[in-house]
């Protein structure tokens, strides 16, 4: 396989999320034949699709590989310089939509694992796995959250996972990813009474009460701790859905994020968040989503495996960083611990996404010389 070419394949599938448009299907038909056990599993009432394949050489660890083949949608088409889905090379770099995030990151592990399967023979004390899901860049309910849940269901063990995101800010081999913040959308609906501008003493409007809500939510949380950020409420909307001038509204609707750090769970900012608001207003109605907990899931010899091979190819000393947003690494923390290392993410979900064709092809190096520190013997890892 030639990682640009199959870079290419994946990006001309239009697999904007949940759709997987074919792309499942063919990394499936691509890694039958190189003798890979596959399984694809549907899940959700739209049957959305996800793959599980394995290669087992020995009886060692299970290293698996997870990445998404969903994208976000490519936005205005006029201001694309060629079409998304159409991959086009230029100026030394690949253009399209998930050629950062994350369609050459998986074809950069499957190319590396060719490598390394075809120089050992097929023969090796261990197993390398792929764990590709069509639902993460939406809601990720049917993605590798249910994967995650089948996995557990068949007993089946992973014991090393490295998350295919676009981890560098800038260059390539800057940044390695060993833990996220948790992350929980509100909604806060405080409630008035509805009446005529002209006659406010007989009317209770809500938008007079948001100073000191606002004022008490956004109090201090921590100030951050050993291995995260200090913990960040951010206000994203205030709407009253009111147009008209002379009707004082009902009801305000406040949305916000939560990510914190390890100092809480979800469940402790939800309890929170319900005292700071108890101690202001009684007319309010709260929900929330937790999008995920906060990880830090740590293993000497999967991040130094990684950081090795990094240094080697790039000569680049990565920095080991949990800031950013969420991503599937969060359900596969539950099971085994987990890396997320990729390309530079400068152009995601942009217009024009593209990435350095240096850049895929080094990153296939740092995966297989990757995949060799985990799982040949020498003095590292014995």
Not at 75 to 83: A, E, Q, V
Not at 243 to 256: L, Q, Y
Not at 327 to 354: Q, W, Y
Request: aromatic residues 10%; proline residues 4%.
């Amino acid at each position: 396989m030639d990682t640009i070419e199959l870079s290419s394949k994946l990006i001309k599938f239009k697999s904007v999320t949940p759709d997987n448009s074919g792309a499942i299907d063919y990394i499936q038909k691509v890694l039958k034949k190189k003798k890979f056990n596959c399984h694809i599993l549907e899940s959700g009432t739209n049957k959305i699709k996800n793959l599980y394949a394995s290669f087992k050489g020995g009886e060692g660890p299970n290293l698996c590989f997870a990445g998404h083949t969903d994208v976000v949608p490519p936005g205005d088409l006029k201001k694309w310089k060629t079409n998304p889905f159409e991959p086009h090379i230029t100026n030394g770099r690949l253009y399209g939509r998930g050629a950062s995030d994350m369609k050459t990151a998986i074809s950069s592990f499957m190319v590396a694992t060719e490598i390394f399967l075809e120089e050992n023979k097929f023969a090796f004390d261990g197993t390398i796995s792929f764990l590709i899901t069509s639902d993460e860049e939406g809601e990720a309910e049917f993605g590798t959250k249910s994967l995650i849940k089948w996995i557990k269901s068949k007993k089946k063990k992973i014991d090393y996972c490295l998350v295919g995101e676009p981890t560098n800010p800038n260059r390539l081999g800057e940044m390695i990813k060993i833990g996220r913040r948790g992350s929980i959308n509100f909604l806060l609906e405080v409630f008035g009474e509805q009446g005529h501008v002209a006659y406010p003493e007989k009317a209770d409007n809500p938008i007079d009460n948001l100073e000191k809500i606002l004022k008490e939510l956004h109090k201090p949380f921590d100030s951050g701790s050993k291995r995260f950020q200090p913990t960040k409420l951010i206000i994203t909307s205030i709407d009253s859905s009111n147009f008209t001038s002379n009707i004082i509204p009902g009801k305000v609707e406040i949305r916000f994020n939560v990510r914190f750090n390890d100092k809480f769970n979800s469940q402790q900012v939800i309890n929170l968040i319900k005292k700071r608001l108890k101690s202001v207003s009684t007319k309010y109605k709260l929900s929330s989503k937790v999008s995920g907990e906060s990880f830090f899931n740590y293993s000497n010899i999967l991040t130094d495996s990684l950081v090795r091979s990094i240094k080697t190819v790039t000569r680049c000393n990565p920095i080991l960083s949990t800031t950013g947003g969420t991503s599937d690494a969060r359900f596969i923390s539950e099971i085994c611990p987990v890396v997320e290392f990729g390309l530079v993410g400068k152009t995601m979900h942009k217009v024009n996404e593209m990435v350095e064709i240096r850049s895929i092809d080094k990153l296939t190096k740092i995966y297989h010389q990757f995949i060799k520190n985990i799982f040949l013997k020498n003095e590292f890892n014995k």
